[in-house]
């Protein structure tokens, strides 16, 4: 990391631990011992890791969902619809499936690749069509997508056994993606972090990253190099697209075992900050998700421990983002991956 | 108002834009301010107005010190200046401009008070023909300038600064901007002009001022100081001399033919450019030759028409252009249309070929190929590593010619390639632009300053309002005769008499 | 009475009860665009002025200081957007989204308390309106009026435009953007307590559904005019009031389905207004120092 990086970066954690830390003064807790908690309920043993993996998986998958559009200059915040599509998609396959048994797992996963890419498709369609905003596009097909799970588990796909809490049926063993040990940690995350190493190597070292990283500084370059920068905006999209709808579907068919409202627990808006914060940076970004998604996990725990609500791990996430927001100043408008 | 200012430094960062600079204006006088670009004439006059604070020295009006610490206070001392770049909000009224500019009164305005009828009637006495409730987008260039002006007269400015005013005017809109400010004298207003074109002082100022390198070298009467000493000045030595255009092509093959295109503004644009012509093309801007510009170079659909290059067909309607090797192009605004800025020298060198680097690519390799490349054509700082966007305008069109120009393209399309540019850097571009014609490489050359354009190009064409109206001898012409046809005073009486040294289509 | 009468039945009024707190942070928006900035984290601080009113309410017992009680809270985390903006110079969307999710989470913390409990609100009015319909409706014209007609409002259109320019004309640009994302941050928590107090009278977690950012849409459909503000705030209440209307009805397309409509329909017409912009962007109105954000 280059020396302005690194001062940046302490500067934004010399800024989160005083914001922080007047944040539970204010509600009338000692800093050092919440931020203690914290940790302990993070990582405090083999299965509070467990926990924070699996809450960091679909931050992950998000983040990378947000970086891969965003390295050609898209600011696309659509992860969360494209994880809840995925969902759909996934489990539309799995309550239909009428093929082989064995096929059933990669039919349920590619469904919710695919549910992810096609989501991730219409606002990159729209962007190149009627050049709409992706950022305001995705958002509210965010909405769209999340009511659309809601109106599923309400209506067409509601588990007639579950009585108070609509979603749909369980999903079978096999058509789980499979989980280390005794832990919910699954397959899903392996998949994020082998997306990672390619995407590492995609972007920095081949000349489809060299021509994103054209077209991002100078998108007026592309009869020069003779990119299309429609195809690309396509592209990237679909790819982001993919991994958000393995979080989906990773998510309902393992992590939670159905498909239910609020699946998403803010993963896709928790990626895009993410991936913001790195810079764009495939490295960085495995690093801070893997922190985040140990902070939202500790929520649990914390709340057993020093009986506090869960929340209060939103609000430290919150604060997180806008520390190292104001601490980087000086950065030029749009993303950027220095 | 008498000014006086003595002594006048100002740094920024490492840089001394202004290093002891002393100057007078006197009012009921018009001073042109000359100098390169760079030179501080612009940094000098926004100390003058407030928009940056001196390090050093002082400003006495009327005798007694002043310390000018904003806009606001230079405004109220009774300082106007019009910059280049207009500070009218194009998506406002004429008429909110100015309640604007004007600053302090009631909180409501409306629509139809007295105040307002009274600035009306103002505008129209000052103004005759500007309607107050248009958007000043609306406006034209001369137009603009005119209510820049009558924003300073209801302010009732003292001394009045014009910042490269006659910039992008034609001919016949510059004299009239001439006779504003020469009135602008005669009712006592201190004038400060500041151009670095000659043809401006010798129209209308009664002393020049001349500004090299920060400090201010020469202060003298208009009569007094010919052209040549004048360029001395503000050159320091005598101006590079570039070789002229050698030989006459007229007798050559065409190169390039631009055969009956239309894009955008431009219609039925028909052209050729020979073996080692230059071929300069003229016009006010927005009358349809950047458009031509962006077509040959792939940049735009054509919408009709065919460009050939060597007798095969480079572009056509429908037909996706592709960056050939036969075709340099250099536009204008590198670091807008031609370069990514956040990426490295080295890179920006290797995009002309983009299509042919292998499918792993080594992005420090391709840092090291670009060295002697760099060492060439002189682009410094000669760091291939360094990105794009941190070097200079002058350099940054150099590193594009690094990258068209190396190949020896068959031909070369350069668009308002010196733009911005300094008179060293200037002379860098054309040397290495018109050394290719020197060697057979057909140079289709647009630029805005004629007299440039008359000095090296063999054959001029002039386009108006999107139709090349004329296409004259480089030799055989004028300033004033190719700003009558940019401007369309010359009309199809011209082009009716058409003599054997005049064509109109090639 | 028929499923037609049950539809149409006090549909306005309805729909004029559904688009208030949307109005409201319509308002805030225009105003916070109009100075050039864009604040994606309206729906943060429509949440937190949900809650924070709805608090007010439960410890004064009165509505009107509980819409006074959000208000405030709206326009305080409106300073954090404004601080990371003006003063620190982050990016406007990355700081929208962190001032969103610093909303979600203080709501939710706040609000903990507050689940499930009910408050009483407004009494009724004729014909089913309350006294934050008439403030949002009053709110209209005075904004407009202020902005088009005072030296003040010209004064913000101005800095939302060209910043350089208000420079030069003795504006200080960035007083004066930091006022329009308070007051946007007013008006929008505002709107969310119109939304706590009057129309559910109940606080749950992000409640809000989005409107925030539904809000940041419409901006662009009512071509950050204020009087525009109105029938493109009463477009999203009035596809609510109907999805509502057809549930009680017993139609047969599902009431979830439904709530899609009103983001289906800002987006379709957000989709038209972008089209119709790039081709002439003049046209549009936008404040040239939104100009990024919708030219590519």
Same mark, same amino acid.
């Given at each position: 990391?280059?020396?302005?990086?690194?001062?940046?970066?302490?500067?934004?954690?010399?800024?989160?631990?005083?914001?922080?830390?007047?944040?539970?003064?204010?509600?009338?807790?000692?800093?050092?011992?919440?931020?203690?908690?914290?940790?302990?309920?993070?990582?405090?043993?083999?299965?509070?890791?467990?926990?924070?993996?699996?809450?960091?998986?679909?931050?992950?998958?998000?983040?990378?969902?947000? =970086?891969?559009?965003?390295?050609?200059?898209?600011?696309?915040?659509?992860?969360?619809?494209?994880?809840?599509?995925?969902?759909?998609?996934?489990?539309?396959?799995?309550?239909?499936?009428?093929?082989?048994?064995?096929?059933?797992?990669?039919?349920?996963?590619?469904?919710?690749?695919? $549910?992810?890419?096609?989501?991730?498709?219409?606002?990159?369609?729209?962007?190149?069509?009627?050049?709409?905003?992706?950022?305001?596009?995705?958002?509210?097909?965010?909405?769209?997508?999340?009511?659309?799970?809601?109106?599923?588990?309400?209506?067409?796909?509601?588990?007639?056994?579950?009585?108070?809490?609509?979603?749909?049926?369980?999903?079978?063993?096999?058509?789980?993606?499979?989980?280390?040990?005794?832990?919910?940690?699954?397959?899903?995350?392996?998949?994020?972090?082998?997306?990672?190493?390619?995407?590492?190597?995609?972007?920095?070292?081949?000349?489809?990253?060299?021509?994103?990283?054209?077209?991002?500084?100078?998108?007026?370059?592309?009869?020069?190099?003779?990119?299309?920068?429609?195809?690309?905006?396509?592209?990237?999209?679909?790819?982001?697209?993919?991994?958000?709808?393995?979080? $989906?579907?990773?998510?309902?068919?393992?992590?939670?075992?159905?498909?239910?409202?609020?699946?998403?627990?803010?993963?896709?808006?928790?990626?895009?900050?993410?991936?913001?914060?790195?810079?764009?940076?495939?490295?960085?970004?495995?690093?801070?998700?893997?922190?985040?998604?140990?902070?939202?996990?500790?929520?649990?725990?914390?709340?057993?421990?020093?009986?506090?609500?869960?929340?209060?791990?939103?609000?430290?996430?919150?604060?997180?983002?806008?520390?190292?927001?104001?601490?980087?100043?000086?950065?030029?408008?749009?993303?950027?991956?220095? | 108002?008498?000014?006086?200012?003595?002594?006048?430094?100002?740094?920024?960062?490492?840089?001394?834009?202004?290093?002891?600079?002393?100057?007078?204006?006197?009012?009921?006088?018009?001073?042109?301010?000359?100098?390169?670009?760079?030179?501080?004439?612009?940094?000098?006059?926004?100390?003058?107005? $407030?928009?940056?604070?001196?390090?050093?020295?002082?400003?006495?009006?009327?005798?007694?010190?002043?310390?000018?610490?904003?806009?606001?206070?230079?405004?109220?001392?009774?300082?106007?200046?019009?910059?280049?770049?207009?500070?009218?909000?194009?998506?406002?009224?004429?008429?909110?401009?100015?309640?604007?500019?004007?600053?302090?009164?009631?909180?409501?305005?409306?629509?139809?008070?007295?105040?307002?009828?009274?600035?009306?009637?103002?505008?129209?006495?000052?103004?005759?023909?500007?309607?107050?409730?248009?958007?000043?987008?609306?406006?034209?260039?001369?137009?603009?300038?005119?209510?820049?002006?009558?924003?300073?007269?209801?302010?009732?400015?003292?001394?009045?600064?014009?910042?490269?005013?006659?910039?992008?005017?034609?001919?016949?809109?510059?004299?009239?901007?001439?006779?504003?400010?020469?009135?602008?004298?005669?009712?006592?207003?201190?004038?400060?002009?500041?151009?670095?074109?000659?043809?401006?002082?010798?129209?209308?100022?009664?002393?020049?001022?001349?500004?090299? @390198?920060?400090?201010?070298?020469?202060?003298?009467?208009?009569?007094?100081?010919?052209?040549?000493?004048?360029?001395?000045?503000?050159?320091?030595?005598?101006?590079?001399?570039?070789?002229?255009?050698?030989?006459?092509?007229?007798?050559?093959?065409?190169?390039?033919?631009?055969?009956?295109?239309?894009?955008?503004?431009?219609?039925?644009?028909?052209?050729?450019?020979?073996?080692?012509?230059?071929?300069?093309?003229?016009?006010?801007?927005?009358?349809?030759? @950047?458009?031509?510009?962006?077509?040959?170079?792939?940049?735009?659909?054509?919408?009709?028409?065919?460009?050939?290059?060597?007798?095969? /067909?480079?572009?056509?309607?429908?037909?996706?252009?592709?960056?050939?090797?036969?075709?340099?192009?250099?536009?204008?605004?590198?670091?807008?249309?031609?370069?990514?800025?956040?990426?490295?020298?080295?890179?920006?060198?290797?995009?002309?070929?983009?299509?042919?680097?292998?499918?792993?690519?080594?992005?420090?390799?391709?840092?090291?190929?670009?060295?002697?490349?760099?060492?060439?054509?002189?682009?410094?700082?000669?760091?291939?590593?360094?990105?794009?966007?941190?070097?200079?305008?002058?350099?940054?069109?150099?590193?594009?010619?690094?990258?068209?120009?190396?190949?020896?393209?068959?031909?070369?399309?350069?668009?308002?390639?010196?733009?911005?540019?300094?008179?060293?850097?200037?002379?860098?571009?054309?040397?290495?632009?018109?050394?290719?014609?020197?060697?057979?490489?057909?140079?289709?050359?647009?630029?805005?300053?004629?007299?440039?354009?008359?000095?090296?190009?063999?054959?001029?064409?002039?386009?108006?309002?999107?139709?090349?109206?004329?296409?004259?001898?480089?030799?055989?012409?004028?300033?004033?005769?190719?700003?009558?046809?940019?401007?369309? *005073?010359?009309?199809?009486? #011209?082009?009716?008499?058409? #003599?054997?040294?005049?064509?109109?289509?090639? | 009475?028929?499923?037609?009468?049950?539809?149409?039945?006090?549909?306005?009024?309805?729909?004029?009860?559904?688009?208030?707190?949307?109005?409201?942070?319509? /308002?805030?928006?225009?105003?916070?665009?109009?100075?050039?900035?864009?604040?994606?984290?309206?729906?943060?601080?429509?949440?937190?002025?949900?809650?924070?009113?709805?608090?007010?309410?439960?410890?004064?017992?009165?509505?009107?200081?509980?819409?006074?009680?959000?208000?405030?809270?709206? @326009?305080?985390?409106?300073?954090?957007?404004?601080?990371?903006?003006?003063?620190?110079?982050?990016?406007?969307?990355?700081?929208?989204?962190?001032?969103?999710?610093?909303?979600?989470?203080?709501?939710?913390?706040?609000?903990?308390?507050?689940?499930?409990?009910?408050?009483?609100?407004?009494?009724?009015?004729?014909?089913?309106?309350?006294?934050?319909?008439?403030?949002?409706?009053?709110?209209?014209? *005075?904004?407009?009026?202020?902005?088009?007609?005072?030296?003040?409002?010209?004064?913000?259109?101005?800095?939302?435009?060209?910043?350089?320019?208000?420079?030069?004309?003795?504006?200080?640009?960035?007083?004066?953007? =930091?006022?329009?994302?308070?007051?946007? #941050?007013?008006?929008?928590?505002?709107?969310?307590?119109?939304?706590?107090?009057?129309?559910?009278?109940?606080?749950?977690?992000?409640?809000?559904?989005?409107?925030?950012?539904?809000?940041?849409?419409?901006?662009?459909?009512?071509?950050?005019?204020?009087?525009?503000?109105?029938?493109?705030?009463?477009?999203?209440? /009035? #596809?609510?009031?109907?999805?509502?209307?057809?549930?009680?009805?017993?139609?047969?397309?599902?009431?979830?389905?439904?709530?899609?409509?009103?983001?289906?329909?800002?987006?379709?017409?957000?989709?038209?207004?972008?089209?119709?912009?790039?081709?002439?962007?003049?046209?549009?109105?936008?404040?040239?120092?939104?100009?990024?954000?919708?030219?590519?």
């Amino acid at each position: 990391m280059s020396r302005s990086a690194v001062r940046d970066a302490l500067r934004g954690l010399l800024l989160f631990l005083v914001l922080a830390s007047t944040f539970f003064l204010l509600i009338g807790r000692d800093p050092v011992s919440m931020f203690g908690a914290i940790l302990t309920a993070a990582a405090g043993s083999g299965y509070a890791v467990g926990e924070s993996l699996v809450r960091a998986t679909p931050i992950l998958l998000c983040a990378l969902a947000t =970086l891969v559009p965003a390295r050609l200059g898209l600011i696309s915040v659509g992860a969360e619809g494209q994880l809840y599509a995925g969902a759909i998609a996934g489990t539309g396959v799995m309550i239909a499936w009428a093929g082989p048994p064995p096929l059933l797992l990669p039919a349920v996963v590619l469904g919710g690749m695919a $549910g992810g890419a096609l989501w991730a498709l219409l606002p990159a369609l729209l962007r190149n069509a009627a050049g709409v905003n992706e950022t305001i596009s995705t958002l509210m097909l965010n909405f769209v997508a999340a009511l659309a799970v809601t109106w599923l588990v309400y209506g067409a796909w509601k588990n007639p056994q579950s009585q108070g809490w609509p979603a749909t049926v369980e999903f079978p063993d096999i058509a789980r993606l499979p989980t280390l040990g005794d832990s919910r940690v699954h397959a899903g995350l392996l998949i994020a972090l082998a997306a990672a190493v390619l995407l590492a190597w995609l972007l920095g070292r081949t000349r489809w990253g060299l021509g994103l990283d054209v077209l991002c500084s100078n998108p007026r370059l592309d009869s020069v190099t003779s990119l299309s920068l429609a195809r690309q905006v396509l592209l990237t999209m679909a790819v982001g697209g993919t991994l958000a709808g393995l979080a $989906g579907i990773a998510e309902a068919s393992v992590v939670q075992g159905r498909l239910q409202s609020d699946l998403a627990q803010g993963a896709g808006l928790s990626g895009f900050l993410v991936a913001w914060l790195a810079g764009n940076r495939v490295g960085r970004t495995v690093w801070i998700a893997l922190g985040v998604g140990a902070l939202l996990a500790s929520g649990d725990g914390l709340q057993m421990s020093e009986r506090v609500p869960s929340s209060v791990t939103l609000v430290v996430q919150g604060l997180l983002f806008v520390a190292a927001l104001g601490a980087a100043a000086h950065r030029d408008r749009g993303t950027r991956h220095v | 108002m008498h000014l006086l200012l003595s002594g006048i430094g100002k740094r920024f960062g490492a840089v001394q834009a202004v290093v002891d600079a002393d100057l007078e204006i006197r009012p009921g006088e018009v001073l042109s301010l000359l100098g390169e670009n760079g030179a501080g004439k612009s940094t000098l006059m926004k100390l003058l107005y $407030g928009v940056h604070r001196p390090d050093a020295g002082s400003i006495t009006i009327d005798g007694r010190p002043m310390s000018i610490d904003s806009p606001r206070t230079a405004v109220a001392l009774g300082i106007g200046m019009v910059f280049q770049q207009s500070t009218l909000i194009p998506a406002l009224s004429v008429r909110e401009n100015l309640v604007l500019a004007l600053g302090e009164g009631r909180w409501w305005i409306g629509r139809r008070g007295q105040a307002l009828r009274a600035l009306d009637e103002r505008l129209q006495a000052l103004a005759p023909g500007v309607d107050p409730e248009a958007a000043v987008a609306e406006l034209s260039l001369s137009q603009l300038q005119l209510v820049e002006l009558v924003k300073l007269r209801l302010r009732a400015a003292r001394c009045v600064v014009l910042d490269e005013p006659s910039a992008a005017l034609a001919p016949a809109e510059a004299q009239r901007l001439w006779s504003l400010i020469r009135a602008l004298a005669a009712d006592g207003v201190a004038v400060v002009l500041i151009t670095h074109k000659l043809a401006d002082v010798r129209a209308c100022a009664d002393r020049v001022a001349v500004m090299r @390198a920060g400090r201010v070298v020469a202060q003298v009467g208009a009569a007094d100081a010919d052209d040549d000493r004048i360029v001395g000045w503000m050159v320091g030595e005598a101006p590079p001399a570039v070789r002229a255009p050698s030989g006459s092509p007229a007798s050559r093959p065409p190169r390039l033919w631009i055969k009956d295109v239309s894009v955008g503004v431009a219609r039925g644009i028909d052209l050729q450019v020979r073996a080692g012509e230059i071929l300069g093309l003229a016009g006010i801007s927005g009358g349809g030759q @950047a458009e031509l510009a962006e077509a040959i170079a792939g940049a735009r659909p054509i919408d009709a028409g065919e460009v050939i290059l060597d007798g095969e /067909l480079l572009r056509a309607p429908r037909r996706a252009p592709s960056p050939s090797s036969r075709l340099g192009v250099i536009p204008a605004e590198p670091l807008r249309n031609a370069v990514a800025p956040a990426l490295s020298l080295g890179v920006n060198l290797a995009l002309r070929r983009f299509g042919e680097l292998p499918f792993r690519v080594d992005r420090a390799a391709l840092e090291r190929q670009a060295a002697q490349l760099l060492e060439r054509f002189a682009v410094r700082p000669a760091d291939p590593a360094a990105p794009a966007g941190s070097l200079s305008g002058g350099n940054l069109q150099k590193l594009v010619a690094a990258r068209e120009l190396s190949q020896r393209p068959a031909a070369v399309v350069a668009c308002y390639p010196t733009m911005g540019l300094d008179v060293t850097a200037t002379a860098q571009v054309y040397e290495t632009l018109f050394g290719l014609a020197g060697d057979g490489t057909a140079v289709l050359w647009i630029s805005e300053d004629l007299d440039d354009l008359l000095h090296y190009a063999h054959r001029i064409a002039v386009m108006f309002e999107g139709r090349v109206v004329r296409v004259l001898d480089a030799a055989q012409t004028t300033a004033f005769e190719l700003g009558a046809w940019m401007t369309g *005073l010359a009309g199809p009486v #011209g082009r009716a008499a058409a #003599g054997s040294s005049d064509e109109v289509f090639a | 009475m028929s499923s037609v009468d049950i539809v149409l039945a006090g549909l306005l009024v309805s729909a004029l009860r559904s688009a208030a707190p949307l109005l409201l942070a319509l /308002l805030g928006e225009c105003l916070t665009q109009r100075v050039g900035r864009i604040n994606l984290g309206l729906e943060g601080q429509m949440l937190v002025g949900a809650v924070a009113g709805y608090a007010t309410v439960a410890a004064t017992g009165s509505p009107w200081l509980g819409l006074a009680g959000g208000a405030v809270a709206g @326009a305080l985390l409106s300073t954090v957007f404004g601080w990371l903006t003006v003063a620190a110079g982050a990016n406007a969307f990355a700081s929208g989204l962190a001032v969103w999710m610093l909303g979600l989470g203080l709501s939710a913390y706040l609000g903990t308390a507050f689940v499930g409990v009910r408050i009483e609100g407004f009494p009724l009015w004729i014909g089913g309106l309350t006294p934050t319909v008439a403030l949002a409706l009053v709110l209209v014209p *005075l904004t407009a009026l202020w902005l088009f007609r005072t030296r003040s409002g010209l004064r913000w259109r101005a800095v939302g435009e060209s910043e350089h320019s208000a420079r030069a004309l003795g504006i200080v640009p960035w007083r004066v953007a =930091l006022s329009g994302i308070v007051v946007g #941050g007013l008006f929008s928590g505002l709107g969310g307590a119109a939304l706590s107090i009057d129309i559910t009278r109940t606080w749950a977690e992000g409640m809000t559904a989005g409107r925030g950012l539904v809000a940041v849409g419409l901006v662009i459909v009512a071509r950050w005019n204020p009087w525009l503000c109105l029938p493109a705030a009463l477009l999203f209440g /009035l #596809g609510e009031a109907l999805a509502l209307r057809l549930q009680a009805a017993d139609s047969a397309v599902a009431a979830h389905l439904l709530h899609m409509l009103p983001y289906a329909v800002s987006l379709l017409v957000f989709t038209l207004t972008c089209a119709s912009l790039r081709r002439d962007p003049r046209s549009g109105g936008a404040p040239a120092g939104l100009r990024a954000v919708f030219e590519r």
